[in-house]
């Protein structure tokens, strides 16, 4: 089974900076592709970045030269920084990963962390 456990939510001011971690747990050999989505109050879910394992990487225009996503050595971790945050960005964030291949050579997922709230005040 592979979990998906996300850190680093909280409270800040418009302007400011937070970092999300997301750490994939398991017996895991690899995940072809990490995401962070994204979904506000009365709003649908979507995509905030992606990193592939060989490390392209894709953003909506809405968050492009704000924030920046980046994996890990071990290559199970997946980080969003994001700078110049506005209150437009408050939501709740999710971790998503996808084309997982178990120890057991078991091909699994998407699968979605529980999700951590950040809250950008004006």
């Known amino acids: 089974q592979v979990l998906l456990v996300e850190s680093g939510g909280g409270l800040v001011q418009a302007g400011g900076s937070l970092r999300l971690s997301c750490t994939a747990s398991g017996i895991i050999r690899s995940i072809n592709t990490m995401a962070w989505y994204r979904q506000g109050s009365g709003k649908q879910r979507e995509l905030v970045a992606s990193?592939?394992?060989?490390?392209?990487?894709n953003y909506p225009n809405s968050v492009k030269g704000r924030f920046s996503i980046s994996r890990g050595n071990a290559m199970n971790t997946v980080y969003l920084q994001m700078d110049s945050l506005e209150p437009e960005d408050t939501a709740v964030y999710y971790c998503?990963?996808?084309?997982?291949?178990?120890?057991?050579?078991?091909?699994?997922?998407?699968?979605w962390g529980q999700g951590t709230q950040v809250t950008v005040s004006s």
């Open positions: 990193i592939t394992s060989s490390g392209l990487t």
């Open positions: 998503n990963a996808d084309g997982i291949v178990t120890g057991l050579q078991r091909r699994v997922g998407p699968v």
